[in-house]
């Protein structure tokens, strides 16, 4: 398979040395790398996709192993004077499920056989759901990010979001697998969370409906007439032929830089993430490397061949994790590839998967990885290059299109409202949540714009096309993706 086809006989400069970053990517025929590692997989919560689940068999326990004596005496105390009858096959799944949550580590979980099916399921078709990556930490579920064109994105939930409840139900405490069977469901219904965010004081309210999220996970397009930009979402199993198909167009567009956006990527398949960054870096150098307990290092490295040169810039945010920052890292530290953005969410584990006979499957963290110099990102994250923050209306709260906000209402939902509208260019006259006339006005202005009746009232449809023209206004003034092409048109020609 080529990558990149039209490429391949050209001649570029070759890299550049120095203290300052050069930007290129180096592109050649595509091998897939077969790593020692078949069976591990990263990932940035329970909606992580696994790289392959082993045929391994769980070591039986024997009755004369004497560290199993208490759990017998304890197994055989409640089967057989416990006041109610009871299930042996439950037991034994929570002595299991208990062993991993003992661990302390949000990556390592135990799932029955029917989130170990919504598990695979995740991992290369589409599924019905919101579409977000969530990990348990400290005993809350938390928003890794959402997936692009998602109804969680569409909705508003953002990076560190803090689900509180599902549908009425508290969630503290409880673990990712059981989270996603809750929070997942069937095209066209609806779940609502309740979600504390950062720096706001009053809980964010969502009704979000479920719909089928396609694992497409390569966007591309021109954003100058020779700089092209392309996202990756996740990292699933078609991901690399993805973007070889979808570099391949934009190459005979005229692409001649290109912009690789990791923002608000939650990681994936290890396989993927290493064929992608191998397209990137040169032939023998560090992608990342794996530390067991014992201290041991092995290096995985790129086996790319015959590397074009094209400037290339990475974008990466606080949505960013697991792979994404392995490709980063690698494209960073190997391949003085500049990284334009916000510090990475911090993901530095290594997990293996394991069924059991019975459909069910516990995953758990086996190993460190570092970046090719060595560093552990682990909690830390990936500092950028560039330091380049979102205008502050990219931040604006979420408003519930089921709220009415009109005359008279003091909320921070109408706060919200305000600061859409003021950056939208309709001026509320205040943004402190109070909703008064100058307020309202600015409501009708915005109605009469998008050709919808003028109520002077936010709910509905008026409250849905709100939110979507701030998306547009953010997309249209993006500083990180402006600040990119600006450092690859000082290496295009």
């Known amino acids: 398979m080529k990558v990149v086809k039209h490429l391949e006989n050209e001649q570029r400069p070759e890299e550049q040395t ?26 940035a919560g329970i909606t992580t996709f696994a790289l ?16 199993f004596e208490k ?15 009871v299930d042996e096959k439950k037991l034994v799944n929570g002595a299991i499920d208990g062993m991993l949550q003992s661990l302390d580590d949000p990556y ?46 569409k909705a508003g939930l953002k990076p560190n979001d803090k689900v509180v409840s599902v549908d009425g139900k508290n969630i503290q405490g409880m673990g990712s697998t059981e989270a996603v069977l809750l929070i997942r469901g069937e095209k066209g219904t609806t779940v609502k969370l309740v979600v504390q965010r950062p720096g706001v004081s009053e809980p964010l309210n969502f009704s979000i409906v479920r719909d089928t999220i396609p694992i497409e996970t390569v966007y591309g397009e021109m954003v100058t007439d020779t700089i092209a930009k392309v996202q990756i979402t996740t990292f699933s199993e078609n991901t690399s032929t993805e973007l070889i198909t979808i570099l391949n167009d934009l190459q005979s567009q005229g692409m001649k830089g290109l912009v690789l956006d990791l923002r608000q990527n939650p990681g994936g398949l ?22 067991d307990r014992d201290g041991n290092i092995e290096e995985v490295k790129s086996e790319q061949k015959e590397n074009p ?25 190997s391949a003085n590839v500049p990284l ?23 995953k758990y963290t086996t190993e460190k990885w570092l970046t090719p110099e060595g560093n552990w990102i682990h909690e830390k994250g990936i500092v950028p290059d560039y330091e380049v923050a979102m205008p502050e209306y990219a931040n604006i709260s979420y408003v519930d299109p089921e709220q009415e906000l009109k005359l008279s209402v003091a909320s921070t939902q109408v706060k919200a409202a305000q600061q859409m509208l003021k950056a939208l260019g309709f001026d509320p006259g205040r943004v402190d949540g109070y909703f008064d006339e100058a307020t309202q006005n600015a409501v009708i202005e915005f109605q009469k714009q998008q050709n919808i009746e003028q109520t002077g009232i936010l709910k509905g449809e008026s409250t849905i096309l709100l939110m979507e023209k701030l998306r547009d206004l ?18 295009v020609k």
């Open 18 to 43: 120095g203290s300052s970053k050069s930007a290129y990517i180096q592109i050649k025929k595509f091998h897939f790398v077969m790593l020692l590692f078949l069976v591990v997989f990263l990932a």
């Open 52 to 67: 392959a689940f082993g045929d391994e068999k769980v070591v039986t326990a024997g009755t004369e192993r004497k560290e």
């Open 71 to 85: 759990l017998y005496n304890a197994f055989d105390t409640i089967q057989d004077n416990y006041f109610k009858e």
């Open 108 to 153: 390592s979980d135990y799932m029955n056989e029917e989130e170990a099916s919504s598990f695979h399921e995740s991992i290369s078709s589409s599924f019905e759901g919101i579409g977000a990556e969530i990990q348990e930490k400290d005993g809350y579920i938390i928003i890794v990010s959402p997936l692009k064109g998602s109804p969680a994105e």
């Open 270 to 291: 290890l396989n993927q993430a290493v064929a992608i960054s191998s397209l990137f870096v040169p032939e023998g150098k560090v992608l990342f490397k794996v530390e």
């Open 309 to 333: 040169d094209i400037p290339l810039v990475v974008l990466i945010d606080k949505g960013s994790a697991s792979a994404s920052e392995i490709l980063a890292g690698a494209v960073s530290e």
């Open 340 to 362: 334009v953005g916000e510090k990475s969410f911090g993901k530095g584990t290594v997990q293996r998967a394991q069924d059991f006979a019975d459909g069910s499957n516990m």
């Open 474 to 491: 953010i997309q249209a003034n993006d500083p990180q993706v402006q600040k990119a092409v600006e450092l690859l048109q000082q290496e």
